[in-house]
Structure formats: structure tokens, C-alpha cells
């Protein structure tokens, strides 16, 4: 349903026209639809991968997936409405929509950190390559929440300081490194699923899935560093 409310808005925008930029745009309902989706899928393959409790590992996804549809939600909410989603407190009801979109970002990095933990704590399973997979792509995946809450963070500074049109393009710097670190918990699983139905030495994976791993952090490094350039 996420996933496809995404793709719903890039019809609207299609249709409706209108910047592609900005804080009031039907980008945001694009593409958070889309990449909630697609997490969401994403967290409920690869932490069948982990060595937790069904019932434990149940309850957080079911949590997860809540706080993923209030966000989406919430976001699409304000697109129809024409007026920002993040930052917006320029009436009670926006900044109801506003800290409601925060707090549940918060609820997303402490579910996120748990699964992290899990799967540094104890080995996780699969095939050859898997695990370091699911170790990476977490470990990514940690650097897109917290560019994620710094974005938030600077924002809320500034608006609080009366920095309103400040605050919606501050979180431009941070823009590239939270979305190539937010869907690495995806690929890489993927990939040493795909690896694992070769005909190749498990040596051969292995290093396969070590290049990969290797290439997606120097994107994270090159984001990390345009993001200091620019802030």
C-alpha cells in the first residue's frame, strides 16, 4: 500500500504538474511512499535473517510498520493540503502534523537500533555472504537515521529561532547522504541472495559481496563529505 500510494502521487504529479523541489511538492508523497515501502519490505525479509524471538521480532515490525504508514500518512496528508510537511509550524494543526512526523522518526531510529544491535550481537543467518549483507546494510542503514536526525534537528533550531524559510532548504547538504545510505539493507541482502543461487565458489561470493559492500561505503564517505562541504 506504500508502495503504491508512491506510485499513485507520480501519476498526480504527472497530471497536476508543479515543482519537483522544494517543501511543498508531490515529491515527498513519491518518493517516502516509495522508499517506506520498500524498507518495509526490505525489514521484514532481512530480519527473518536474525537470530531474535518470533514474538519479539513480530511486535517490532508491527510497530514499524504503524509508525511507516502515520508517516507516509502525515506526509501526504500536507502535500494535498498544499503546505509543508517537516518544519511546518505555522498553525496548531501543522505543527501537530510536524512533531507527530518527528516523533515518529524517533520511534523509527530506536527500532531500527535494536535490530541493528541483533544483528551485531549475534551472527545472522543465511548463505554464504549473507551475514555480512545484513551486518552492512544495517550498519548503513544507522548513517541514513542519523543524517536523518540531524536534518530534523538543524531544522527545528531554526525554526524555533524564527528561521522558518531557512529551515526548509537546511536540509539540503544532508539530502544525498540519507538516501544512499537508507536502502542498503535491501541491495546487499539481495545480492548474496542472488549469489547464493550461482554456481560460484563461496570464496568467489564472498569477495563479490566485500566489493559491494566496499563501493557502497565510498558512496557513503563521498555523501559524508559533499554534506560537510555544503553545510
Known sequence: MLTLSGLAHLVVFAVDGGPWDGPVSWRKPVTFGLSFGLTLIALTWVTSYLRVGARLRTALLVVFAADCVVEVGGITLQAWRRVPSHLNMETAFDT?????????????VVLL???AV?????????????PLAVRSGFAILLVALLSGAAMIARGV???RTGHQEAAYHSTAPLKPLHGVSLHAVLVLPALAGLLSRTSWSGRT??????AAVGCWSA?????????????
Request: without cysteine; glycine residues 12%; charged residues 10%.
Open 205 to 210: 561470493r564472498l569477495r563479490i559481496m566485500y
Open 157 to 159: 533550531v531554526l525554526t
Open 113 to 115: 537500533t535494536v535490530f
Open 118 to 130: 541483533a544483528s551485531f550481537r549475534n551472527r545472522p543467518a543465511g548463505p554464504t555472504g549473507m
Open 96 to 108: 501537530a502534523v510536524s512533531m507527530t512526523l518527528a516523533v515518529g522518526g524517533g520511534v523509527l
Open 219 to 231: 558512496a557513503v564517505l563521498g555523501a559524508a563529505a559533499w554534506a560537510v562541504l555544503t553545510w
